[in-house]
């Protein structure tokens, strides 16, 4: 397949969400076989959506493939709206069940489901997550690329780098004013981003216990921000668990809302199992 063939191939889809108009816009190319990184990444970058997820046939059967995500600037290991978005682009040619993803973070088991008016959405399950803590110092330039005081944060959330096939630093606003306001130095956050190889931040407010509004800045993949996030969704589930020792929640993200692209983000912990799970629908973006 040639750059124009693939170009020409990629099915645009917004995940989390109903509406075209909202969620987080993905690319999908559910075959790209003979495409290589340099072309899948020219490809991502004319698109210009935040990720662009390329599917190839894997051994194992029809329903097992091998995935890549590109951003218009780089690969990342694993992507969850995209995941979502190819999903449901899957579904709706193969028909609902399970899904087996091949990505760089790991193998990543995606159930697809048919809802009512047949509406699909896909139930990715993470790889195994864990978290670290974050320096003081990489802390404070984080806070000044953000423009944020360390007194705006709320104590009840610490800051964490939380990982579930990527890595997101979490830092929580006390108010949902200081998470609305968000005007960050672009080149300065993705340096340090860049060093500590994260794929977003994940800026959270907790809205009630399992309630939470959440933004996602993506400067190191060349977009100012996420519009829903999966794969922080993800990392952001393992945080509350080893935070609050949950052995089983289900969580609900707004992601979006300031952009005027609202999703919906559903977080799943299960007992005995340390992965996460993050459902989602996705719908078909028209052309033109």
Known sequence: MNDSSAASAVLRYAAFTADPNGGNPAGVVLDATGLDGASQLAVAADLGYSETAFLTPAAGGDRHFAVRYFSPKAEVPFCGHATVAAAV?????????????????????VLVEAGPGEVLTATLTSVEPHTEAVAPEQLAEALAALRWQESELDPALPPRIAYAGARHLVLAAATRARLADLSYAFDRLAALMTELDLTTLQLVHRESERVFHVRNPFPVGGVVEDPATGAAAA???????????????????????????????RVRLRPGDPRVRVSGTAVAIPLG
Do not use: C, M, N, W
């Open 89 to 109: 682009a899957l579904g709706e040619r193969i028909g609902a069940g399970e899904l087996l993803f091949e990505t760089k973070a790991g193998p990543v088991p």
């Open 235 to 265: 990392a952001f589930g393992a945080y509350l668990r080893e935070l609050d020792g949950l052995e089983s929640a289900d969580l609900t993200l707004h992601q979006g809302e300031d952009l005027g692209r609202p999703g919906l983000l």
